[in-house]
């Protein structure tokens, strides 16, 4: 007696092929919830993230000069090429306006420029955090020695001793975040720019002479670009 087979070998190849099949489609559908369950938790985090952003809005923090003092601004002697001594001592006043925002601070350098040109080296400032509607001042020394100026800077720095007066900028350069309850941003750059007008009162040779120590005007407020 032979045996009969309702299903022939080709069938049998052809639901062979045809489970591993399903099994191929059941896991792409897997990776298709997987992808679209990341991508709802990512848009939901970034709907969140902005709802935080516009009911807080954060303003800018707000900086201003408190003081400048200028203790040396001088010239090398000859010979050529003459180059750009300084020393100058400043406060900052910083504020937070926000009364529900934090701000973290990082990354802060402080300098000074003449005409365009730097002519101090970069001095860093420790980082800190501002609470809401919080305020602290920052001191930097800044000094220059020797420092390389292009030729009509260094007439400029004889004419303005000559008239008595000074502009020199201060610059403050760093990153922030924002911080919201448990939230914190991530960094932002900020550029602070604060005009420092020095008066001279008697009007110097410029030369290899010592600055007096004079000061600048108090309480301008500065400009700040984030």
């Known amino acids: ?9 080709k069938h049998c190849a052809a639901a062979n092929h045809g489970g591993g099949g399903g099994a191929l489609l059941r896991l792409k559908k897997l990776d298709k919830k997987l992808l679209f369950s990341l991508s709802t938790f990512l848009f ?11 009911i807080f809005h954060p303003s800018k923090p707000l900086f201003y000069l408190r003081d400048a003092t200028l203790y040396d601004l001088s010239l090398t002697s000859p ?10 001592q400043a406060t900052i006043f910083s504020k937070n306006p926000n009364t529900r ?16 040109q730097q002519i101090t080296a970069d001095s860093e400032l420790p980082s800190f ?8 001042f920052l001191s930097a020394a800044l000094s220059g020695v020797s420092i390389p100026v292009a030729p009509a800077v260094l007439y400029e720095v004889g004419r303005d001793q ?7 900028r201060l610059r403050l350069d760093g990153k922030l975040r924002w911080k919201v309850g448990s ?7 900020f550029d602070v720019d604060c005009a420092a007008v020095v008066d001279f009162g ?20 500065c400009s700040i670009n984030a």
Not at 183 to 189: A, E, K, P, Q, T
Not at 202 to 209: C, D, E, H, P, Q
């Open 79 to 88: 010979p050529l090429p003459r180059r750009l001594n300084s020393t100058i």
């Open 183 to 189: 939230w914190v941003s991530g960094w932002y750059r």
């Open 162 to 168: 000559m008239a008595g007066k000074m502009l020199i």
């Open 129 to 136: 955090y501002q609470g809401h509607d919080d305020s602290n």
């Open 44 to 54: 939901s985090l970034l709907i969140i993230s902005l709802l935080i952003w516009l």
């Open 202 to 221: 008697v009007g110097g040779a410029g030369g290899g002479m010592r600055a007096p120590e004079l000061e600048s005007v108090e309480g301008r407020q």
């Open 101 to 116: 925002v934090g701000v973290y601070y990082d990354g802060l350098v402080s300098y000074a420029v003449y005409k365009g």
């Open 1 to 9: 007696m032979s045996i009969i087979y309702d299903t022939s070998p």
